[in-house]
C-alpha cells in the first residue's frame, strides 16, 4: 500500500527541488527553413563519407523544378556510392522520406538523388569540371559547407 506525503510536506520538497535548480537560458528564436535544412542534411551524409568539394545552391526564384541543388564529389566509383548511400540513409533516419527518384549509378561517375525540393549531384571529381553546374547556375546563391 502507497503512503502520500502531507500536501505541506509536498509543498516544502518542491520549493526545495525548484531552489536548487539552475535557471533555464532561453535560446533566441531563430527561423529555420525546413529545405535549407533538408539540403544541409543531405550535405551532412556526405560528408560523412568523405565527399569534397561540398556545396548547396539555392535555386529558389530562378528554377521551378527545385528550391536546392547539393552538389558533391568523390575519387572512385566505390566512394559514389558510398556517398548516394549514406545519403538516403541518413535522410531516411532523419525524416522517414525516401528518394522521389535516382539516377545515374557510380560507373557512370554521374549520380542524381531527387528528393523534390532538394536534388543531390554527387560527381566523380573529372567529371564535375566537365558538366559545370556550379558555372551552368552561377545566379545561384552559394551556401558553403563546412566539413
Known sequence: MATSKPASASKAASKAT?????PVK?????????????ARLCAEGAL??????VVILDMRGISSFTDFFVIASGT???????????IREKVREATGQCPTAEDGFPASQWVIIDYGSVIVHIFHTEKRGLYGLEDLWNDAKRIEVEG
Open 76 to 86: 572512385s566509383e566505390p566512394q559514389l556510392k558510398a556517398i548516394a548511400g549514406s
Open 26 to 38: 532561453k535560446a533566441l528564436a531563430v527561423a529555420i527553413d525546413p529545405e535549407e535544412s533538408f
Open 18 to 22: 525548484s531552489a536548487k535548480a539552475k
Open 48 to 53: 560523412d563519407k568523405k565527399a569534397e568539394d
